[in-house]
Antibody
Framework: QVQLQESGPGLVKPSGTLSLTCAVS?????????WNWVRQSPGKGLEWIGE???????NYNPSLKSRVTISVDKSKNQFSLNLSSVTAADTAVYFC????????????????WGQGTMVTVSS | DIQMTQSPSSLSASVGDRVTITCRAS??????LNWYQQRPGKTPKLLIY???SLHGGVPSRFSGSGSGTDFTLTISSLQPEDFATYYC?????????FGQGTRVEIK
């Protein structure tokens, strides 16, 4: 079965760039799914960051769009998140998650999640 | 952005109780509404997609209903493992947004 695993630095300096990678195992990133990043600030709710399809098509949350880039590397079966100009407000647990499609390509929610990685923005 | 509002924010219930959580969207999301369960320190788990379709492996005591702007998650008989926070999420448009969560606590 498909598993997702996030990796990347746990500490990023203010104004720096947060970079995370999500490795997909047990399945192909070229399957008919959208690959997502979601974050959760300590004690807070969930915020969708953006998504990418294996052909490179992507969508971002407008609140973060100017700072976010999501990319896919099919040769490594992984996708990545870059978030620039970070502040303390970007401190959160970052999850990667797969979004499945059903019927007429309707989005069916996030069925598989990585374990999450805590990223702290601090000098 | 479509805002998702859940009610109540928290509730106390006993094992065996029937529990209902409501989610309201600020505009129609048709049936593009999903529900998740998150236990403390764990990752969210998809329960319901498409407003009423049970995700694989999810117990049948969970059910979802609604369309347009008003949706409901029902747990027919609360079990000890169901004490958690529940989130609704729409997947109708970008950005996909989540409700603020409903914490289900033991009475």
């Amino acid at each position: 079965q498909v598993q997702l695993q996030e990796s990347g630095p746990g500490l990023v300096k203010p104004s720096g760039t947060l970079s995370l990678t999500c490795a997909v195992s047990g399945g192909s990133i070229s399957s008919n799914k959208w690959w997502n990043w979601v974050r959760q600030s300590p004690g807070k709710g969930l915020e969708w960051i953006g998504e990418i399809y294996h052909n490179g098509n992507s969508n971002y949350n407008p609140s973060l769009k100017s700072r976010v880039t999501i990319s896919v590397d099919k040769s490594k079966n992984q996708f990545s998140l870059n978030l620039s100009s970070v502040t303390a407000a970007d401190t959160a647990v970052y999850f990667c998650a797969s979004g499945f499609l059903y019927y007429d390509s309707s989005r069916g929610g996030f069925d598989i999640w990585g374990q999450g990685t805590m990223v702290t923005v601090s000098s | 952005d479509i805002q998702m509002t859940q009610s109540p924010s928290s509730l106390s219930a006993s094992v065996g109780d029937r529990v209902t959580i409501t989610c309201r969207a600020s505009q129609s999301v048709s049936r593009h509404l999903n529900w998740y369960q998150q236990r403390p320190g764990k990752t969210p788990k998809l329960l319901i997609y498409g407003a009423s379709s049970l995700h694989g492996g999810v117990p049948s005591r969970f059910s979802g209903s609604g369309s347009g702007t008003d949706f409901t998650l029902t747990i027919s008989s609360l079990q000890p493992e169901d004490f958690a926070t529940y989130y609704c999420q729409h997947s109708a448009t970008t950005p996909q947004t989540f409700g603020q969560g409903t914490r289900v606590e033991i009475k």
